[in-house]
């Protein structure tokens, strides 16, 4: 499980599979969120825009991430 500490109020989902080192670039975290493999608080994702908050969980390719 990865943590990651928020800078700002929040960070898109994008950027969190970036920060983690799940997606080398925002075109690769681009298709992985719309080909639905990237799963937010248990649920599918598929805007990669979305703004995560603390205490929000992302799933993708068998790793969980956890921002704080």
Do not use: C, P, W, Y
Not at 13 to 40: H, N, P
Not at 42 to 65: C, M, P, S, W
């Amino acid at each position: 499980m990865q943590t990651i500490h928020l800078r700002e109020d929040f960070i898109k989902l994008g950027q969190a599979l970036k920060a983690a080192g799940l997606a080398e670039s925002g075109v690769d975290a681009k298709f992985a969120i719309q080909d639905g493999l990237v799963k937010v608080n248990g649920q599918i994702e598929i805007q990669r825009g979305k703004k995560l908050k603390a205490g929000d969980v992302i799933e993708f390719n068998g790793e969980t991430i956890v921002i704080k």
